[in-house]
């Protein structure tokens, strides 16, 4: 595995879901930064070390610097049954930590965005992503029983 194959990768993402910074973060709300690979899918990983990645674009989130931040933290130092275990109350942590006025506002500009966006499909785009926020907002249900 190489680097230039996991950027690649990273480059072929970009195209199909484009830029992170086009999304709200999928955890907090705020604007997105970077897609990150959730770990989640290890019946697909390529690669090894640091370039470990999943040619499944619906294994990604758009994260924040701060959640990507929180997200790199507890993959470092938890097994991969601890994360996904671990992730519903980190991404409900971040979640409460962003006013509902700034997570509104966040999701009209990243629409507007994805809207006039060069070779944006939002047919191709939009259930994949509506797909991930209906999944995490499961997974944040059945962990917290609300």
């Not at 690649?8 to 999304?23: I, P, V």
């Not at 070390?49 to 990604?60: I, K, L, N, P």
């Not at 929180?70 to 097994?79: D, G, I, M, P, Q």
């Not at 409460?96 to 499909?121: K, L, M, Q």
Request: charged fraction near 25%; include cysteine.
């Amino acid at each position: 595995m190489s680097e230039a194959t996991y950027k690649d990768w990273h480059r072929t993402l970009r195209r199909f879901k484009l830029s992170a910074e086009h999304y709200p973060c999928g955890w907090c709300g705020d604007s997105a930064a970077r897609w990150v690979y959730l770990h989640n899918r290890p019946d697909i990983e390529r690669g090894a070390g640091q370039f470990v990645y999943a040619e499944d674009t619906s294994a990604y989130a758009p994260l924040c610097n701060r959640c990507a931040g929180t997200f790199r933290a507890a993959r470092t130092r938890l097994s991969r049954d601890e994360l996904a275990k671990a992730v519903p109350a980190l991404a409900l942590a971040a979640h409460e930590g962003i006013s509902d006025y700034t997570r509104a506002e966040v999701i009209a500009e990243t629409a507007r965005r994805r809207e006039t966006a060069p070779g944006f499909n939002s047919v191709e785009t939009a259930k994949p992503f509506a797909d991930a926020v209906r999944a995490t907002d499961a997974l944040l249900r059945q962990a917290y029983g609300a």
